[in-house]
């Protein structure tokens, strides 16, 4: 998944393990999935990589980019100001 947010939801459950899929990186500084189920958890994209890797053109891809970083600051914005509120005598 790439609802990375999970990973900071309070969820308890019992019998259950975080999995991911593998990557490994070649010499030449490019990744190659492995295709292993292995322990752990997906926290980064690799999007914009298979993008470039793939041929979608440098400026849509840096255009992703930098939508996706004010979507960050606005969600990071928000949250500040829902916890001001919160922590507000009411």
């Avoid at 030449?28 to 993008?51: C, E, M, N, Q, Y």
């Avoid at 939508?67 to 509120?85: D, H, K, W």
């Amino acid at each position: 998944t790439h609802l990375h947010e999970i990973f900071t939801l309070p969820l308890n459950f019992t019998g259950v393990s975080f999995m991911r899929m593998d990557i490994q990186q070649a010499k030449d500084k490019t990744w190659h999935p492995t295709w292993r189920l292995v322990p752990g958890r997906s926290i980064d994209s690799l999007a914009f990589l298979a993008a470039q890797r793939y041929g979608l053109p440098d400026r849509t891809v840096a255009r992703a980019a930098s939508l996706i970083q004010e979507q960050i600051g606005a969600e990071e914005r928000g949250f500040s100001a829902l916890v001001a509120v919160e922590g507000q005598d009411g």
